[in-house]
C-alpha cells in the first residue's frame, strides 16, 4: 500500500516546469530532521503532489517516487537521504493554499500545521481530495 506525499519547492530554484522536461530527477536538498524521517520511510511507486512556495502558493502537479531512499551521494553526511521522482502530469487546475486551508477535510494536513516542512505526508483521503480539487 502506498504512502502519499506533497513535496514542496521554490518554482525560482526547482519548479515542476523542470521537471516536466528532465523527465525525472533525484530529490536533494533537504536538511530539517523530521523531512528527512518523512523521506526515509517513502518508497518507489509512492505517489507525490509537488507544491510551489514563494508566490504561487499551490499544488500544480504530480510525480511518482521512482526509487527507495539512499544516502545523497552529494553529501558528507550519512543522515541525508534523497529519492528519484519522475514527473507524472500537470494537475489541471492548481490547488492553492487558501483553498486548502478553508477545506475542512485539510484541518490536520502538516502542509496547513507546520508551513515550513518540504516533506509533509497526506492521508489517502487528503491526496484524493486534493486531486479532486485539482480537476483529476
Known amino acids: 500500500m502506498p504512502n502519499y506525499w506533497i513535496l514542496k519547492t521554490e518554482p525560482s530554484t526547482y519548479s515542476f516546469d523542470d521537471l516536466e522536461r ?3 530527477t533525484r530529490w536533494d536538498g533537504v536538511r ?7 523521506i526515509r520511510t517513502m518508497r518507489s511507486k509512492d ?23 539512499y544516502p545523497d551521494p552529494e553529501a558528507d553526511d550519512e543522515r ?3 529519492i528519484d521522482l519522475r514527473a507524472a ?6 490547488v492553492t493554499l487558501s483553498a486548502i486551508k478553508s477545506d ?7 502542509l496547513v500545521r507546520m508551513g515550513r516542512l518540504s516533506v509533509v505526508p497526506a492521508t489517502k483521503s487528503q491526496w484524493q481530495r486534493l486531486r479532486k480539487l485539482a480537476g483529476r
Open 22 to 24: 528532465e523527465k525525472s
Open 32 to 38: 530539517n530532521n523530521l523531512a528527512l524521517k518523512h
Open 47 to 69: 505517489p507525490v503532489l509537488i507544491y510551489h512556495t514563494g508566490k504561487d502558493k499551490a499544488v500544480v502537479g504530480e510525480a511518482e517516487v521512482t526509487t527507495d531512499p
Open 80 to 82: 541525508i537521504v534523497v
Open 89 to 94: 502530469g500537470r494537475l489541471p487546475n492548481p
Open 104 to 110: 475542512p477535510a485539510f484541518k490536520d494536513l502538516a
